[in-house]
Nanobody, 126 residues
Framework: QVQLVESGGGLVQAGDSLRLSCATSARAFSSYTMGWFRQAPGKEREFVAAISWRGGSTFYADVVKGRFTISRDNAKNTVYLQMNSLKPEDTAVYYC???????????????????WGRGTQVTVSS
């Protein structure tokens, strides 16, 4: 069973930065597209960012574009989400997820992501 463990969440003020990490136990980690999603209270889980197998391609939700950066270290089986200029509306539980298909332009289908972590809470105060 593949495990994903997120870390790095916390309580910050608007304008601050956080770096989330997601470590996985998956073999052949470099064969998976990785994604970050988030879910705020009372809202559906939404896409944040995704990165291709080797990190050559990335895609972001419009609401985080220019502020968040997704990256991966295949040697460490880890994907990261650098979040800058955080806003109160970024408050949510952040989840990482794995998808065995290729990253194509456009918002990935959440249902394509087979493995999920349990999430890490990010709270941004105004």
């Amino acid at each position: 069973q593949v495990q994903l463990v997120e870390s790095g969440g916390g309580l910050v003020q608007a304008g601050d930065s956080l770096r989330l990490s997601c470590a996985t136990s998956a073999r052949a980690f470099s064969s998976y597209t990785m994604g970050w999603f988030r879910q705020a209270p009372g809202k559906e889980r939404e896409f944040v960012a995704a990165i291709s197998w080797r990190g050559g391609s990335t895609f972001y939700a419009d609401v985080v574009k220019g502020r968040f950066t997704i990256s991966r270290d295949n040697a460490k089986n880890t994907v990261y989400l650098q979040m800058n200029s955080l806003k109160p509306e970024d408050t949510a539980v952040y989840y990482c997820a794995m998808f065995s298909g290729a990253l194509v332009p456009g918002v990935p289908d959440i249902n394509d992501f087979r493995y999920w972590g349990r999430g890490t809470q990010v709270t941004v105060s105004s």
